[in-house]
Structure formats: structure tokens, C-alpha cells
């Protein structure tokens, strides 16, 4: 393992990956459609409903998730690369189906505010725009701000 100044948190992160844990679990048809019910419930009775996003939310965009089977972490800590084709630039990327179901909750009123972990700007994109609608945990790549 080799590990190289700015790249240290990035080798260090690979570590933080349990190789036992990456199963993804697939429900069957009834059993989902069980729980999309009870979800539209909780939706449709909620008075201040919020959501909380993480890279799985862009990979349909394809920007690599982190900790997922194929995630940039998980891959290196098996000592795999991330393949070439396997990257999009995130200013090429556009928002995915999960991001505008987000914005179509918002714009029935059911989706009172939306905190994401994402720097890729697919939520601003989406059209998620000011602080009274969106916080960016990690910040924007694409918004510099001078506090000095």
C-alpha cells in the first residue's frame, strides 16, 4: 500500500471498506411493492418531510459510488482500479430519474428540504436552488465563497 500526501485520506478511506458488507439485496416483486405502498403513505401523511442523499443517488448519472460492490473505495481496497469507462466528469453528468422524483416531491409540497453529502451539483441542476431548499454538507465544486 502506498500512500503519498494528498492521496493519504483517500488510501485511508479504502480501508474503512468491509469487503463481508457489499451485498447488494434485491426484494422480490410483492415484498417491494408492499414497501413502495407504505412509503407513499408515509409520504402522503407526512407534515415536514426532508431527504438525505448520498452517492447512490448519482450513479445512474454515472459518477462511481464510494462504499457500493463497485464504489471507488471498495475497489481499492481489493487492490482494483476504477476503470476508464467507468467515470463520467461531473460537469458532463446530468440529473438522474432519483433527482427529479426529488424535485416533483418538492414541487407537490410534500418535499419540505433536501440535505445532501453530494459535491457533484446534480441537485442544484435538478433545480434545487438556496439555502432554504437545499444543504450541501461536503459544499459544491462548483460554488467558491471568500470569507476572508
Known amino acids: 500500500r502506498r500512500v503519498h500526501g494528498e492521496h493519504k ?4 478511506m479504502a480501508n474503512t471498506v468491509d469487503l463481508n458488507e457489499i451485498t447488494e439485496y434485491f ?6 411493492r408492499e414497501k413502495i405502498s407504505t412509503l407513499a403513505r408515509f409520504v402522503r401523511e407526512s407534515a415536514h418531510m426532508t431527504a438525505f442523499t448520498g452517492a447512490g443517488i448519482s450513479t445512474a448519472a454515472g459518477i462511481p459510488d464510494y462504499r457500493g460492490p463497485q464504489g471507488v473505495w471498495t475497489r481499492r481496497a481489493q487492490g482494483r482500479a476504477v476503470p476508464k ?3 463520467t466528469r461531473m460537469e458532463q453528468a446530468t440529473p438522474t430519474y432519483a433527482h427529479m422524483a ?4 418538492r414541487d407537490a409540497g ?3 428540504f433536501l440535505t445532501s453529502q453530494n459535491v457533484d ?4 441542476r435538478s433545480g434545487f436552488v438556496g439555502p432554504d431548499q437545499i444543504a450541501e454538507l ?4 462548483y460554488l467558491e ?4
Open 9 to 12: 485520506e483517500v488510501f485511508a
Open 145 to 148: 465563497v471568500c470569507w476572508g
Open 102 to 105: 426529488l424535485v416533483a416531491l
Open 110 to 112: 410534500f418535499l419540505k
Open 85 to 87: 469507462d467507468m467515470k
Open 138 to 141: 461536503h459544499g459544491n465544486r
Open 27 to 32: 426484494d422480490e416483486p410483492e415484498v417491494l
Open 121 to 124: 451539483g446534480l441537485h442544484l
